[in-house]
């Protein structure tokens, strides 16, 4: 059961996603067992994990023996759901809760009637770990030290929010809390973020388009502003879109894609069917694989007025609307019983329609507005320092100039020498000679020659 969902995602957040909703998969609605969630988390992947893409460059300084999650804390769960497991209270108690005990907290309050050596060990475990993490903070303000840079301890210590560090050194039901809490967050704030990605590219793209349109002149600009309205009455312009989840939207996928007449449709057979690995469940990844169908009626990758990032949006809404109607109990799983109960719902049979995502605004005008405020103030800051830098070689070019004008006032002073020099030394020699001659006329030329010959050695 364990091995049959690593699929073999590469990115380190896929994997983190897969691994958690894996991990989740363990929660059915028979067995609610927090110890084999939390073993899952740490033991459900050796098949696709790829260690040089997940490990954080964090927990690269860790003991190499480590089974890598892809979640820091992988080790310290490992022991700490080693020992619980032996505490036959512990145990006994976890076979007898539900989701919502273990969401609000109540299964990590069952740790006060831990026996005492458990608690013993897993106050040791704790001391360990804390330990670990001052070694990691220590070692990493050591590397940033060494390039002169300042560490961000609080940054750092956030990544480990599944410690209590007001209290380090016994283990306390807020520390079971913490892990439970930190492995469920994970998992929620991974879906906030595509929506908040996405909201950023949607913003992004106007914006830009924007700027395009005040370049051009009144007569392209009204083209230009033609030619987007009509992209989007052509993207808009669409078959019916069933609602995720519901009876019409199924028979479709059971009638196009399973080719089985719809006459003869089965939720039963359904489920199975979709249930892909066929492990009682449908996962996040399986119910998304029931829309591409609907997807298909909207989207055409050839098709200019078509986003295919807005698609993989939609279908992020889609999955999430029918976790949320048909997941009951909360563990991010439509068990068998779960999808069943729906069928029989009256939303299923005769639902609502489904408004696309070009009928739901991903932002609000404030929200565009703050967007390219920030936009604008980067590109002052940016502005504000390629004016300083330019101004920093000016300054270059205008001190290299001064340099310059000096260097050719030095060479023009130096010539000037020169030229007084071998005006110094060779006039004389001109002087001279007919003086010579002078003194001596009618003399013969080999005298004044000698006498020439002298000149220089008198000089
Ligand atoms: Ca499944
Ligand atoms: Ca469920």
């Not at 209590?164 to 704030?189: G, Q």
């Not at 230009?224 to 808009?236: G, L």
């Not at 939609?314 to 949320?324: A, D, I, P, T, W």
Request: a negative charge.
């Amino acid at each position: 059961m364990r091995t049959t969902y690593a699929q073999g995602e590469n990115s380190n957040i896929e994997f983190i996603y897969t691994t958690l909703r894996g991990s989740f998969r363990m929660w059915g609605p028979s067995h609610f067992c927090l110890i084999f969630f939390l073993w899952a988390c740490l033991d459900a992947l050796p098949v696709a994990v790829d260690k040089t893409k997940v490990s954080p460059p964090v927990e690269e300084l860790e003991s190499p023996k480590s089974v890598d999650t892809g979640l820091h804390y992988d080790r310290y769960l490992r022991e700490v759901i080693d020992f619980l497991e032996k505490d036959p209270h512990f145990r006994e108690k976890l076979h007898n809760t539900d989701m919502e005990d273990i969401k609000q907290g109540n299964l990590a309050k069952e740790l006060d009637f831990v026996s005492h050596h458990v608690r013993t060990k897993l106050d040791e475990l704790k001391r360990q770990e804390v330990n670990r993490l001052r070694t990691l903070i220590k070692v990493k303000q050591d590397i940033n030290g060494e390039k002169g840079m300042t560490v961000d301890h609080q940054a750092l210590l956030k990544q480990f929010e599944h410690l209590n560090h007001m209290n380090p050194h016994t283990f306390e039901v807020e520390d079971l809390d913490r892990l439970i809490k930190s492995a469920t967050n994970d998992l929620e704030n991974f879906d906030k973020e595509r929506h908040e990605d996405f909201k950023r590219y949607e913003m992004a793209k106007e914006h830009e388009r924007k700027e395009h349109l005040k370049t051009l002149d009144e007569e392209a600009r009204k083209k230009e502003e033609e030619h987007y309205e009509e992209m989007k009455k052509k993207h808009a312009d669409h078959p019916k879109i069933n609602h995720p989840g519901s009876q019409d939207q199924l028979k479709e996928v059971w009638e196009e894609a399973d080719g089985l007449d719809p006459n003869d449709f089965d939720p039963k057979t359904f489920f199975n069917l979709h249930d892909t690995n066929g492990d009682g469940y449908f996962d996040e990844q399986e119910l998304e694989a029931l829309f591409t169908k609907e997807l298909e009626k909207v989207y055409d990758p050839t098709h200019e007025e078509d986003d295919m990032l807005e698609m993989e949006e939609e279908r992020l809404r889609m999955r999430e609307h029918v976790m949320n109607e048909v997941d009951t109990n909360r563990d991010r799983l439509v068990s068998l019983d779960e999808f069943i109960t729906a069928t029989n719902r009256k939303e299923f049979l005769e639902p609502d329609g489904w408004e696309t995502l070009e009928q739901n605004p991903v932002y609000t005008d404030e929200e565009l507005r703050e967007f390219e405020e920030h936009l604008a103030r980067e590109e002052q800051d940016l502005n504000l320092r390629t004016n300083d830098l330019m101004k920093q070689r000016e300054e270059l070019d205008r001190q290299q100039e001064q340099l310059n004008a000096q260097k050719m006032e030095l060479q023009r002073a130096v010539e000037h020498m020169e030229h007084l020099k071998t005006q110094k030394t060779e006039p004389p020699v001109q002087a001279k000679v007919p003086s010579a001659v002078e003194i001596l006329p009618g003399d013969s030329q080999p005298m004044s020659q000698g006498h020439q010959q002298d000149l220089p050695s008198h000089s």
